[in-house]
C-alpha cells in the first residue's frame, strides 16, 4: 500500500490536471461535457476509491498468490512476454468481471458509481468503487495462474491496466479507423455509458473490444442514436458515499420487506434491477423510460457554492496527498492512525458533497468532520506528524475546520431560506 500510494502522487496529479485541460477544452470548442458540480463529485468518488485501496480494505477470497501457487503448469520466464500476457490475461478477467457487475443484482451495487454520472467526460473514469469488501473474481486470473504469471508481474501490471481505461471517457474523440476493430475506443466506451435501449448493457471490455465481438456483447457507436449518460434509476445525488451503497440499501429493503419467501433468497442473484411483485407495486421507485426526455440532475448553486466546492474539494486533495506521501511514518506512530485519517477523509467528502445536494445535514456531517480534526489535534499536539514540516501547520489546519464550520453552517442557513421563499412563492 505504501508503493500504491507513491504512484498515486503522481499520478492523482497528472488526472487533475487532464481532467481540467478537457474542460477547458470544451471551453474553447464550444462543445462542453463537463458540468462543475458532476466533475467535483467525480472527483470526490476518486478520492474515496484510492483512499479505501490505499488503506488496503478490501479482501480478496482467494489470493492470486496462492492460485498461481497451486496451479501453474508452466512457469514462464520474466521478460517482456510475460508482462504482455499478464496484461490480456487480465483484460480477460476484466471483460467478464465487469459484465457480471453489470448483469447481477448483487454485484451492480459495485459498479453503481462508475455509470453515476449523467455526463461523459475523463472525470467520470474517476468514479470507482469503495463498496468491494470480498473480492471474489480472482477466480477469472485463471489463465494467467496456468500459465505462472508471476504474483509481482500482475501487481505492476493492474494499475497500469486500470489507468490506460482513463483516456477514453471523452466526447472529443470520434470515431478511430482500424483501432475500433482492436481496442475500446471513445466511442466504444460512449456506447457502454448509454442508457439507450440499444446501447444497454453493451461493450464491457476494458482495453480490448475483441471480448465483446467474441462473446457477443458488441454494439457500435450509431451515427441517428445520440447516447444518453447515466442509469436508467438515476442517483439524484453528488454523494459518492451514498451512491456507492444506494443499490445494495433497495436490496437489503426490497428483501425485508417482500412477502415472498423465495423471492428474500433469490433476489441477490437476478438480473440487475429485478425486484419482488409485491413489493416493486407498493414502494415503486422513479425509473428513467424516455431517454431522450431525460432530465440531468442538477442542484441550484450559487457561484459562491461552486468557488467553496473547490476551496473543499483542494483542501481534502491536500490532505490525502499528506497521506499518501507519509503512510510509512503516520503508521509508525500508532498502527490505528490511518484507520481514523481514512475516516477523516470520508467525513470530509460525505460532508460537502451532501452541501452540494443542498442538504441541511451536511452540516451534522461537516460538525462530526471537523470535530475529529481538532480532537485529534488537542489529543495528539499536532496532525499526524506535520509539526515536523513546520511547527505553525497544526494551527493552520485547525483554523481550517473552525472556518469550514462556520462557512458550511452560512450556506446551509442560506439554502434554507431560499428554499422557503420558492415555497412560498409556489
Ligand atoms: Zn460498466
Ligand atoms: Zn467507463
Known amino acids: 500500500m505504501e508503493t500504491y500510494g507513491k504512484i498515486l502522487l ?85 471483460y467478464w468481471v465487469h459484465r457480471l457487475d453489470h448483469e447481477y443484482n448483487f454485484f451492480w451495487n459495485a459498479h453503481i458509481i462508475h455509470h453515476s454520472s ?5 472525470a467520470c473514469a474517476l ?11 480472482t477466480i477469472f486470473l485463471l489463465p494467467a495462474a496456468l500459465l505462472g504469471v508471476p504474483t ?10 486500470l489507468f490506460a481505461q482513463f483516456w477514453y471517457h471523452t466526447q472529443h474523440i470520434n470515431k478511430m479507423g482500424f483501432l475500433e476493430k482492436i481496442i475500446v475506443t471513445p466511442s466504444h466506451h460512449r456506447v457502454h455509458h448509454a442508457i439507450n435501449p440499444e446501447y444497454l448493457d453493451k461493450n464491457y ?34 454523494n459518492p458515499i451514498k451512491i456507492n451503497f444506494m443499490h445494495l440499501g ?23 434491477g429485478w425486484r419482488p411483485a409485491d413489493v416493486a407495486e407498493k414502494y415503486p421507485v ?48 500508532n498502527a490505528y492512525y490511518i484507520y481514523i485519517y481514512g475516516l477523516f477523509i470520508f467525513l470530509s467528502v460525505y460532508a460537502y458533497t451532501d452541501l452540494m445536494d443542498r442538504n441541511k445535514y451536511a452540516i451534522v456531517w461537516e460538525i462530526i468532520k471537523n470535530s475529529l480534526g481538532i480532537a485529534i489535534i488537542l489529543q495528539t499536539g499536532d496532525w499526524f ?30 439554502h434554507a431560506k431560499e428554499d422557503q421563499q420558492v415555497m412560498m412563492v409556489a
Open 118 to 122: 449523467e455526463d461523459f467526460n475523463l
Open 152 to 161: 509481482m508481474v500482475i501487481a505492476v501490471v493492474a494499475p497500469l491496466h
Open 385 to 414: 506528524g506535520v509539526a515536523a514540516l513546520s511547527p505553525v501547520l497544526k494551527y493552520m489546519i485547525g483554523a481550517y475546520f473552525l472556518l469550514s464550520t462556520i462557512v458550511t453552517l452560512w450556506f446551509v442557513m442560506k
Open 10 to 94: 503522481i499520478a492523482m496529479p497528472a488526472f487533475l490536471l487532464l481532467v481540467l485541460a478537457e474542460a477547458w477544452y470544451g471551453v474553447w470548442k464550444g462543445k462542453q461535457t463537463v458540468r462543475n458540480l458532476d466533475m467535483i463529485s467525480s472527483l470526490s468518488s476518486g478520492i474515496t476509491n484510492v483512499t479505501k485501496d490505499v488503506l488496503g480494505l478490501s479482501i480478496a477470497i482467494i489470493g492470486y498468490g496462492w492460485l498461481a501457487d497451486k496451479l501453474a503448469i508452466v512457469h514462464i520466464e520474466n521478460t517482456i512476454l510475460t508482462y504482455v500476457i499478464a496484461f490480456v490475461a487480465l483484460d480477460f478477467a476484466g
Open 205 to 238: 471490455g476494458q482495453i480490448f473490444i475483441i471480448w465483446d465481438k467474441l462473446f457477443g456483447t458488441y454494439q457500435e457507436e450509431l451515427p441517428d442514436k445520440k447516447p444518453v449518460y447515466g442509469i436508467t434509476r438515476p442517483v439524484q445525488t453528488w
Open 250 to 272: 433497495l436490496l437489503i429493503k426490497d428483501a425485508w420487506l417482500t412477502k415472498n419467501w423465495n423471492d428474500k433468497f433469490r433476489i441477490w442473484m437476478m438480473p440487475t
Open 127 to 137: 468514479r470507482q468503487s469503495i463498496s468491494v469488501v470480498f473480492r471474489l473474481f
Open 286 to 333: 422513479h425509473k428513467i423510460n424516455d431517454v431522450y426526455n431525460m432530465q440531468k440532475y442538477d442542484t441550484k448553486a450559487s457561484t459562491s457554492l461552486h468557488v467553496w466546492s473547490w476551496v473543499q474539494i483542494t483542501m481534502t486533495l491536500l490532505f490525502i496527498s499528506y497521506l499518501f506521501g507519509n503512510i510509512a511514518s503516520i503508521n509508525a506512530l
